[in-house]
Each structure stands twice: as structure tokens, then as C-alpha cells.
């Protein structure tokens, strides 16, 4: 993180316009469990496709409702999906992990 903030850092003194977002895990095992593969499959319909709210998202993934909502709400709060006008998205073109050892 500290790495990313410096070269941040410099790119805004050096007047570069950039935008960046990061999400950061404590851990490995918490960054795996936060992808489960049901997640990574909702991240990329949403990425393709977008969807009008969580019921709608549930019915194109051919999921439970109750399970799509709580992966909806954490994915969320990570900043992996967007939400906008109660539209949900996840606008990134990749995800990357960086693992320190």
C-alpha cells in the first residue's frame, strides 16, 4: 500500500489527472474466501452485463435470492460492485491480486 500511495503521490505532484481504486485484504485466505467462485461469476455478469437491482441479478444467474443479496452486500462493501441509481455493476477490467510474502 505504501508503494501504491508514493507513486500516487508523485503522479499528482508531477500534475498527472489519474484515478485509482484499490481494495485491500488482511489476508490470502480472506481474499479467497471474499472470491468464492460464485462471487467471481457474479463479478463478471455484472461486468458484462450489469443488472437492474439484486432480484433481477438473482434470476439471470439462476440463483437464491437470499444467497445473491449477501454476496451482493459484501462484494459491495469490498468496492468490487457499484451501485448506481440501484443499478448494480462492476466496472473493472480485472481483478489483480498481489500476494507479500
Known amino acids: 500500500m505504501g ?3 508514493a ?3 508523485e ?3 508531477a500534475g ?3 484515478e485509482e481504486r484499490h481494495v485491500t485484504f488482511l489476508s490470502l485466505e480472506e481474499m479467497l474466501a471474499a472470491l468464492s467462485p460464485k462471487r467471481l461469476e457474479m463479478l ?3 461486468h458484462r452485463e450489469g443488472a437492474e437491482n439484486v432480484k433481477a441479478l438473482a434470476t439471470a444467474l439462476g440463483r437464491d435470492y437470499k444467497r445473491v443479496y449477501e454476496d451482493v452486500v459484501m462484494l459491495e462493501n469490498a468496492g468490487l460492485i ?3 441509481e440501484g443499478r ?3 466496472p473493472w477490467d480485472a481483478v489483480t491480486a498481489e500476494v507479500s510474502l
Open 11 to 13: 503522479r499528482a505532484q
Open 88 to 90: 448494480l455493476t462492476a
Open 44 to 46: 463478471r455478469h455484472l
Open 7 to 9: 507513486a500516487a503521490f
Open 16 to 18: 498527472e489527472n489519474f
Open 3 to 5: 508503494r501504491r500511495f
Open 82 to 84: 457499484v451501485r448506481e
